[in-house]
C-alpha cells in the first residue's frame, strides 16, 4: 500500500468508525436490553464473564466463540480502564464488541481487494476504497453490527481465514477457519472453500499442462466454455482424481483445512449432529429453492453492475444460442420449486423481520406465484455465473459446490445466510467502475438508513404483550 494510498485509506476508516460509533450509541440508548436473539447470546456472555464456563444455555445453537472472544477483548480491557460492577460484560459493552469487528471487517475486504485484483490496472485505489467501504456497510451485515449477533465475528475470521489462504498462509488460514467455525458451525464450508480455491489452482496448472503435452489449441476454462470443452474438462478431472499420486499432493497442500474438516466431522458424530443446544428449529431439508432466493437478493444488491441494457441483450441472445438447454433448465427449476419448497414456521410467525413480508406480500399473493418467479430466477442466475465468467471453470464449481451446501439445507429463509457467499461472490467479480460504486454505496446507504429508521423510530407491540418490538433484517 503506497503512501498516499495508505492516508486515504486511514481517513476513510476513521470516518467510518466514527459514524459506526454514533449509530452504536443510538442503538444502544434505544435499545438498552437485550433483543431478540439477544436474550440468549447477551446472559451466556455474561456467564462466561463471570467464570462460569460450565453453564451454558440449551436455547442457543452455535458455539461459544462469540462469548469468548468477549471475554478476552472485555476484561482486559476494563481492568485497564479501572472499570467495574455493572460495566463489565453490559449489553452494551458486548455489543462494541461487533463494532471492532466490523472495523476489522473494512480492513480485510481491503486487503483481499487489493490481493485478488491485483493484476488487474482497472482497478484503481480509488474503485478498490470506494469497493471496500461499500461491502463494509452490506445492509445485512451492517445492521447486526450494533446488535450481539455472531455475524460481525464469523464474518471477520472467515475472511481473514480466506485473505491468508490468498497469500499462501494456509496453517494461519486454517487456525483462523477454526475461529470461524466456533462462531458458526456452516463456516466450515467456507474453510472447504479456501482448500478448495488451492484445488482449482493446481487442477487449472495441471490443465494446461496437458493441453501443452498434447499441443491441442487452448481450451477456454472459464464458465462461457462450450459443452464439448466442458466435457474434456470433466473426463481431466476424473483421471486427475483417480491418480492416488495426485490425491496424496491436494492432501500435502491443503492438511491444515483437512485436518479442521475431520475434527468437525468427529464433532458432528459426538454431538449427534451439526447444531448445538435446540434442533426443533433447525431442520435440515433439500430446500432447492434456496439457491434461487439467494440468486434474486445477489442481483438486487448488486444491480447496480449486474444489471445494463448490456446485460439483458446479452441473455436473450444467450437465449436464443442455448434455447435446449434454458428450456431444460427451467423445466428443473419448475419441479424443483414444485416439490421441494420448504416454508419454515419461523417465516409464517414472526412479523418482526423483512423475510416475513417478502413472502407474505410476494410468495403468499397467489399459490402460481412461486412458479411464476421462475423465469426472473433464471436471468439472476445467468447474471450471477456471468459475472464470473474471468474465474476458471474449476475455481467456479468450487464455489457452486459450497454456495448450494451453504443455502440448500437450510429451511428457513433468513438474509443473514446469504452474507458471507454474497461477500465471496462481490469480491471476486471485476472490480465496478467509479460510477457504478458510488450508485452501489449509494443503494447500500439508503437500506441501511430506512432500516435503522424502522427499527429506532417504527416500534409496536404484539396484542398479547407489553414489550416493544422493532422490525429489523
Given at each position: 500500500m503506497e503512501k498516499a494510498e495508505w492516508y486515504i485509506f486511514s481517513s476513510l476508516s476513521s470516518t467510518y468508525v466514527l459514524i459506526s460509533c454514533i449509530l452504536f450509541s443510538k442503538f444502544t440508548q434505544e435499545q438498552k436490553e437485550p433483543y431478540m436473539d439477544e436474550i440468549f447470546h447477551v446472559p451466556q456472555a455474561q456467564k462466561y464473564c463471570e467464570g462460569r464456563f460450565n453453564e451454558w444455555d440449551p436455547m442457543i445453537t452455535t458455539l461459544p466463540g462469540l462469548y469468548l472472544v468477549s471475554v478476552g477483548i472485555v476484561k482486559p480491557s476494563v481492568w485497564l480502564a479501572g472499570w467495574s460492577g455493572r460495566m463489565v460484560c453490559s449489553t452494551g459493552?458486548?455489543?462494541?464488541?461487533?463494532?471492532?469487528?466490523?472495523?476489522?471487517?473494512?480492513?480485510?475486504?481491503?486487503?483481499?481487494?487489493?490481493?485478488?485484483?491485483?493484476?488487474?490496472?482497472?482497478?484503481?485505489?480509488?474503485?478498490?476504497?470506494?469497493?471496500?467501504?461499500?461491502?463494509?456497510?452490506?445492509?445485512?451485515?451492517?445492521?447486526?453490527?450494533?446488535?450481539?449477533?455472531?455475524?460481525?465475528?464469523?464474518?471477520?475470521?472467515?475472511?481473514?481465514?480466506?485473505?491468508?489462504?490468498?497469500?499462501?498462509?494456509?496453517?494461519?488460514?486454517?487456525?483462523?477457519?477454526?475461529?470461524?467455525?466456533?462462531?458458526?458451525?456452516?463456516?466450515?464450508?467456507?474453510?472447504?472453500?479456501?482448500?478448495?480455491?488451492?484445488?482449482?489452482?493446481?487442477?487449472?496448472?495441471?490443465?494446461?499442462?496437458?493441453?501443452?503435452?498434447?499441443?491441442?489449441?487452448?481450451?477456454?476454462?472459464?464458465?462461457?466454455?462450450?459443452?464439448?470443452?466442458?466435457?474434456?474438462?470433466?473426463?481431466?478431472?476424473?483421471?486427475?482424481?483417480?491418480?492416488?499420486?495426485?490425491?496424496?499432493?491436494?492432501?500435502?497442500?491443503?492438511?491444515?483445512?483437512v485436518m479442521l474438516l475431520v475434527g468437525f466431522l468427529v464433532f458432528i458424530v459426538f454431538n449427534g449432529g451439526i447444531v448445538v443446544g435446540d434442533r426443533s428449529s433447525h431442520e435440515v431439508c433439500l430446500n432447492f429453492p434456496q439457491l434461487f432466493y439467494f440468486f434474486s437478493f445477489t442481483l438486487a444488491f448488486s444491480i447496480s453492475h449486474s444489471l445494463s441494457y448490456q446485460k439483458i441483450v446479452n441473455f436473450i441472445q444467450s437465449l436464443k444460442k442455448h434455447p435446449i438447454f434454458f428450456f431444460s433448465l427451467t423445466a428443473l427449476s419448475l419441479f424443483l420449486v414444485w416439490k421441494f419448497t420448504y416454508v419454515h414456521k419461523y417465516l409464517l410467525a414472526d412479523n418482526r423481520h423483512y423475510p416475513f413480508y417478502v413472502w407474505k406480500k410476494i410468495f403468499q399473493k397467489h399459490k402460481l406465484v412461486p412458479f411464476i418467479l421462475v423465469p426472473g430466477y433464471m436471468f439472476a442466475a445467468w447474471s450471477f455465473a456471468d459475472s464470473l465468467k474471468s474465474k476458471s471453470l474449476f475455481w467456479n464449481l468450487m464455489f457452486c459446490v459450497c454456495l448450494v451446501a451453504a443455502t440448500v439445507p437450510q429451511k428457513l429463509l433468513e438474509f443473514r445466510y446469504y452474507i458471507l457467499p454474497y461477500l465471496i461472490y462481490r469480491l471476486n467479480i471485476q472490480v465496478p467502475s467509479v460510477f457504478r460504486l458510488v450508485l452501489e454505496l449509494g443503494l447500500y446507504t439508503t437500506v441501511n438508513a430506512l432500516t435503522f429508521y424502522l427499527f429506532l423510530n417504527r416500534t409496536f407491540l404484539w396484542p398479547d404483550s407489553e414489550e416493544v418490538q422493532r422490525f429489523m433484517w
Open positions: 459493552m458486548l455489543r462494541f464488541i461487533n463494532v471492532l469487528f466490523s472495523s476489522g471487517n473494512l480492513y480485510i475486504i481491503y486487503l483481499i481487494l487489493c490481493k485478488l485484483h491485483q493484476t488487474d490496472k482497472t482497478a484503481s485505489t480509488s474503485r478498490r476504497l470506494l469497493s471496500a467501504l461499500a461491502l463494509s456497510s452490506f445492509p445485512v451485515l451492517y445492521f447486526f453490527t450494533f446488535l450481539y449477533y455472531t455475524d460481525a465475528g464469523s464474518t471477520f475470521f472467515t475472511l481473514f481465514a480466506y485473505l491468508m489462504c490468498l497469500y499462501g498462509s494456509h496453517k494461519i488460514s486454517g487456525l483462523l477457519g477454526f475461529c470461524a467455525v466456533m462462531f458458526r458451525q456452516t463456516n466450515i464450508i467456507w474453510v472447504v472453500f479456501c482448500a478448495g480455491v488451492l484445488i482449482a489452482q493446481k487442477l487449472t496448472e495441471a490443465w494446461k499442462t496437458e493441453l501443452t503435452k498434447k499441443r491441442e489449441d487452448k481450451v477456454s476454462i472459464s464458465t462461457g466454455a462450450s459443452i464439448t470443452e466442458i466435457k474434456k474438462v470433466t473426463q481431466f478431472m476424473v483421471d486427475y482424481i483417480l491418480s492416488a499420486t495426485n490425491v496424496k499432493c491436494l492432501i500435502c497442500l491443503t492438511w491444515p483445512y
